[in-house]
């Protein structure tokens, strides 16, 4: 594996780590390995690494601490995560004079335009209901917009409906509401689903500057490097985040904080052509944009919704009689992931429903088909319902299963479990059939829609209990996965899924150097250690990227923004 390096004259600095617990995903644990530049060059027995190393060699005492290779996201979406990381956290306020005090003192610390905050809950307000006056009281002077701990509404003040436009007379969207006070009929400072989606986020995104995004990607980074994220596949690229990412390695002189993959989305249009042209701008944009930082690997398709609002796909009806149409249906994804086959680019398919997932794997066969054998790595996204004969039929195509634990944390399966209503609730997010079946399996936390933070996800993929309510009852134990297989799966696996297994994922010779310490070692620990470990210290290509005590990251919040895959 080792390549040799480029200068071969210059000899590259070597460091020796030891005295730690070495996780190196290979199904073997060392305890000390050597850095060469931006790779590995060994890991093993400390005796063995040391004579490699060499006399001239620096040497880091890692402290009994346990390494791991650095996580990769392997589904996410870096500058919403950002984006929402930079709102005032609401979910610990816990009562109203508290969650006013947390927002003056937000709007005491900043010169921003607008206060904008996440995670407040209707417990929280003292029985009161949410009025545009409470917030007045707090911030008088600018505009304030605070999102429900679901997101599907917002909070404003007088400043912001003004901003808005919204006045009493301003009819409620389609499926939307514009809260009123029962007396007066006045708008009262409360936004309701379509109202959200409709006013309020465009508005906030025509104010969002190109400097807005930049600091929203960095938040992004700087969180993910000290929770020992390393990598992460940004699942929906549109040109917001490509302009972004590009911006990015100019700043970073051709590197990146951590390292990207990204998948273009692509979005249905009436005609095929249209459809088609999307796949050819992908491609030349993977042609593009393809180092070790960042490099556009393929395509993301949304094949369907999700459960909890009776939008995913589903061979029968929900418990109310419903049912949706897919939003990609066989006719018009076939030509797509065909094409994205023949151009040699990955495919991501978001398939929640268990009809959404047969139409994905019918497609990818047909692709298979019609472009006959060749190297291929396709992905299907989500998989919360599925049948057994799909896991089977996914296994033997060899699709990456991407899956979310955070998404089958018991906290948030009331109104899931619901709109299913029946038998089927009984085979949720079936980690172990798709192991099981030979499949590979790779973690992520769809962020923002669930907390980025890899250990809790870990907590939920082991023990299938809730990282956010530890009381609650476990959410189908039997499909627990063992936690150094899940380790595994965020790791070796996760860069799999992104065709980077041959670098990164790893604690091995030749592998790029990216790995991130633990305190302590969550093997030899009660599951619950998981929600308790910190990273100590991440580092990407050899460099120290996070050191704990030197930069300020969000520290996981229960719940923080859960809501909806996407
Ligand atoms: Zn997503």
Request: hydrophobic share 40%.
């Amino acid at each position: 594996m080792s390549r040799p390096s480029p200068e071969e004259s210059t000899p590259l600095p070597r460091t020796l780590y030891t005295n730690a617990t070495v996780f190196t995903a290979e199904g073997f644990l060392a305890d000390a390995f050597v850095v060469e530049g931006s790779r590995f060059l060994h890991v093993g027995k400390e005796a063995d690494a040391r004579q490699i190393a060499g006399e001239s060699a620096t040497e880091v005492d890692l402290g009994g601490g346990f390494v791991l290779p650095g996580f990769i996201d392997a589904h996410t979406h870096l500058l919403m995560m950002g984006q929402a990381l930079q709102k005032v956290p609401l979910r610990e306020a816990s009562n109203l004079a508290d969650l006013q005090r947390c927002l003056r003192e937000a709007a005491d610390s900043t010169a921003a335009q607008r206060i904008l905050g996440a995670g407040w809950l209707y417990s929280s307000l003292d029985e009161k209901q949410p009025t545009k006056e409470l917030l007045d009281e707090a911030v008088p002077d600018r505009p304030v917009y605070l999102d429900a701990n679901d997101l599907h509404s917002v909070w404003v003040n007088s400043a912001a409906l003004a901003e808005l436009g919204i006045d009493d007379n301003t009819p409620d969207p389609i499926g939307g509401r514009i809260g009123r006070n029962p007396l007066t009929g006045k708008a009262d400072g409360m936004l309701y689903e379509t109202a959200t989606q409709q006013i309020v986020w465009p508005a906030l995104a025509a104010y969002t500057s190109d400097k807005d995004r930049d600091a929203q990607l960095e938040e992004a980074f700087t969180n993910y490097l000290a929770v020992g994220v390393t990598g992460a596949v940004d699942m929906a690229v549109q040109d917001d985040d490509l302009a972004a990412f590009r911006r990015a390695l100019a700043r970073h002189n051709n590197t990146l904080p951590i390292r990207v993959k990204g998948h273009i989305l692509v979005s249905r249009h009436e005609s095929e052509a249209a459809n088609v042209a999307q796949v050819h701008k992908a491609a030349a944009l993977a042609t593009e944009l393809n180092s070790d930082w960042l490099q556009i690997c393929g395509i993301k398709l949304v094949v369907d919704g999700v459960i909890d609002s009776c939008t995913a796909a589903m061979k029968e009806p929900y418990a109310d009689g419903s049912s949706c149409e897919p939003i990609w249906d066989r006719e018009s994804l076939t030509p797509v992931v065909a094409a994205a086959d023949a151009a040699g680019l990955q495919i991501a398919l978001h398939a929640i429903g268990d009809e959404a997932s047969d139409i994905a794997l019918d497609a990818l066969e047909e692709a298979g088909r019609r472009n006959g054998p060749r190297d291929r790595r396709h992905r299907i996204e989500h998989l919360e319902t599925v049948t057994e004969a799909n896991v089977k039929r996914l296994a033997a195509l060899g699709v990456v299963a991407s899956m979310q634990p955070v998404h089958a944390d018991p906290a948030i399966q009331e109104n899931w479990q619901s709109m299913l209503g029946d038998h089927r609730i009984e085979r949720a997010y079936p980690w172990t059939e798709f192991t099981d079946a030979g499949a590979t399996l790779a973690l992520s936390t769809d962020a923002p829609t669930a907390p980025h933070q890899p250990l809790p996800n870990l907590y939920v993929a082991s023990t299938r209990l809730s990282a956010l309510n530890p009381t609650l009852e476990a959410n189908l134990p039997g499909y627990a996965l063992n936690l150094a297989d899940a380790l595994g799966h965020a790791t070796r696996d996760a860069a799999f899924s992104c065709r980077a297994e041959d670098r990164q994922g790893r604690i091995a010779a030749g592998y790029l150097a990216d790995f991130t310490v633990l305190d302590s070692n969550p093997l030899a620990a009660e599951p619950a250690q998981l929600l308790a470990n910190k990273a100590r210290m991440t580092v990407v290509g050899g460099k120290v990227a996070f050191h704990a005590g030197t930069t300020t990251a969000a520290p996981f919040q229960g719940g923080h923004a859960l809501s909806q895959p996407a």
